[in-house]
């Protein structure tokens, strides 16, 4: 049994106190430790006598400032897992097993936050924070809930500790909270502190809970520009900055890919209108530059940071709204564009662009279309299964156009590109498998691109007509996308799979026995660092709710005698090679392997492209495509191809 405490920093607003407390003891097994700190040196101002109907309440006579109220919560525990819980956070059902489910299920989660949303406008206010060299954004603010960005489960390098869990021991072992005057960055500094004792930090997306938030709700000068703040700011970077990785720029291209806008980037000319209030406004527009083809860039600052409504016509003349080239408008927050009628609807161009300071991406037509937020829309409190996320109508149309697009199929630059362009459109149209896909791409669980999803599902949904359970082998398994994919797409279809990987489980670093040399891995693509390689695929498969049972790990390299033995006579549905990428590999690979796919089954190599017309997609290897010739064409097919994919299929005789 875990014991907890849950530690609630107070100092006034005794109407949020008694909000938080009261959604907390409706949520939380009977018997947990409550703490609340009243630090005031008004102490009649708290709500400490109230909150004692709920909680054990600590009262200090002075202002011992968030860092310092949580230590001294911390200090008083007795639980050996605290969860800290700012006074204006309302918490929401499943949020606390959800939470703790998750933060037991490695040893290397060094502490776990939530998505929070403003109790106001139903918006993200917290969901991680990211970096650039001289800002600390909040991610994704301002988005509603309900977007796929927001719902995955996503590693950070920081988070927010409104809700946040921690083991104690871990606490004090960095220190706690840093305890300088004035500091707006102590959960920053923490969460860098467990990343140096090479700990990690997640946020859930599918744990929401509300929080009031100054940092969106406080208009005051002296928090959003005062001279306080901007030497905390300085303070924070110069201890801090050599364990900082600048990666907004990673979820730049993240919403760039999930709001589909990759064509739009490569077709069209923009004039970058640069609104934002930031240190650094240089960086973000070389940002911009890198996926957008700017001709002009107009740096018109508004000296006004954080603005929840931004006019335009107030900043622009009137020239911008009749420019015939579209805008990319660079503003603190993408809302602050969504009262601008007059602007939007006189527009010469309809393919304006959105981009924000927290890394946020969005064709001005979504913001139009954008709902208001309502209970709708709030997502999801705790994990629903599979089947509950997939839409049946949905899954059978984009089904459907799979194979339209397929029945048109030919191994041409054009059909290549439309079956790749295709099938990655097709993806964000079934919620499980974007949802998949985001992860794998925010927390780099895998390589490839989203299209192959798509084929996938086409394969696996083929080879359920024969309504018998459907065997898979994976020749390199990394960290388990693939695998987990797999399964989770069996779920979808209602159908039974079984697979085996094999795999190192190791860095190829450590490969031992052989003559492999770190430069003809890294030159073919096979060189991967030491990980807990174990660990990573029971995290995917664990945060996608599948049975990681119907999957077995045979431990080694695909030529070892001990790995063949362990499979046998063995045959299999689907063989899906993308081990060791050196030429004889492969081709020693592709020569045993494909004896052992079924009749009417699938081999498909990974990485194979490089014969292939098209400029869609990238087109894999050379040592890889050359491998190919070992494939005994007497039996197989090359049926189809998605970007560097190839799929073949044995014939039946």
Known sequence: MHTISIIVPHHSNRAALDHCLRSIRNTVPKGTEILVVANNSRISETAAEAATEFAKVIKVEENLGYSGAVNLGAEKASGKILIFCDDDVIVTPGWFENMLEFHLSSSRIGATAVKL????????????????EYNAPHLFQDVLPSHPLTLIRRRVQAACSALMMIDKELFAEVGGFSVPNQSHYSDLELCLKIKQKQKQIWVLGDVTCYHKSSYVTDERAAYKSGEIKCDAKAGFFKEFGHLIETDLDNYYKLFIKAEGLQDLMRNTEFSLVSLANVMNPKWY?????????????????????????LSLMKFLGSNFVHKNSPLIYFVDRYKSLKENAYWFGNRVSNSDVIFDRNGNVFPVEILLKEQEWSTDELCRTSAKSNDEVAVKPTLQKSLDEAKSVLKEYSNTSAGNDKTFRAFTHLVNSIPALRAHRDYVEANEWGFGDRAFHMMWLNIINELSMSEKPITALEIGVFRGQIISLWHLIADLLGIQLHSIGITPLAGTNEEKGTNSTAGSLKKAKSFYPDSDYIDDIRRIFSDFRLDIDRNELIRGYSQDPTVKSKILGKKFDIIYIDGDHRYKCVKSDIEYYQNLVNDNGYLIIDDAGCDMQGNAFWKGIPSVTKALKAIDSQQFENLFNVGHNRVFLKRQF
């Open 285 to 309: 527009h070389n940002i911009i530059s890198k996926y957008f083809s700017i001709n002009s860039i107009y740096d018109l600052p508004t000296y006004q940071r954080d603005n929840a409504s």
């Open 117 to 132: 949303i403003s109790p106001s406008t139903g918006r993200v206010v917290d969901f991680g924070i990211a970096f650039t």
